[in-house]
């Protein structure tokens, strides 16, 4: 079961990093996601990591200012967001999925965690 937490409201050019944490589980041949769904809109991918190759995979729109990256010890995935900006705004998911590849998906996740709000504000 993953659960994801860090979600807040913060001002625009600011940063929050999120987590997203596995029971249960490890992540080893895992490929763990970071999706988002704004009001009205719908879910679009944000990042992705490999968690056994460590290969990672953004969004155009969160290039250079977001990063993925995971802890194995911790069994914990992050996601640091900096520069937020106010369309940043909403609710972000995390996901995971089994692979044997070494690269990154950005579909296929079929387990996923209850969301977290970022808000960003202007």
């Known amino acids: 079961q993953l659960q994801a937490f860090g979600g807040g409201l913060v001002q625009a050019g600011g940063s929050l990093r999120l987590s997203c944490a596995a029971s249960?589980?490890?992540?080893?041949?895992?490929?763990i996601g970071w999706f988002r769904q704004a009001p009205g809109k719908e879910r679009e991918f944000v990042a992705g990591i490999n968690w056994s190759t460590g290969y990672t995979k953004y969004a155009n729109y969160v290039q250079g200012r977001f990063t993925i990256s995971r802890d194995n010890f911790k069994n914990t995935a992050y996601l640091q967001m900096n520069s937020l900006k106010p369309e940043d705004t909403a609710v972000y998911y995390c996901?995971?999925?089994?692979?044997?590849?070494?690269?990154?998906?950005?579909?296929?996740?079929?387990?996923w965690g209850q969301g977290t709000q970022v808000t960003v504000s202007s």
């Open positions: 996901a995971a999925r089994a692979t044997t590849q070494t690269l990154v998906s950005t579909n296929g996740y079929d387990n």
């Open positions: 249960g589980r490890t992540f080893s041949w895992y490929l």
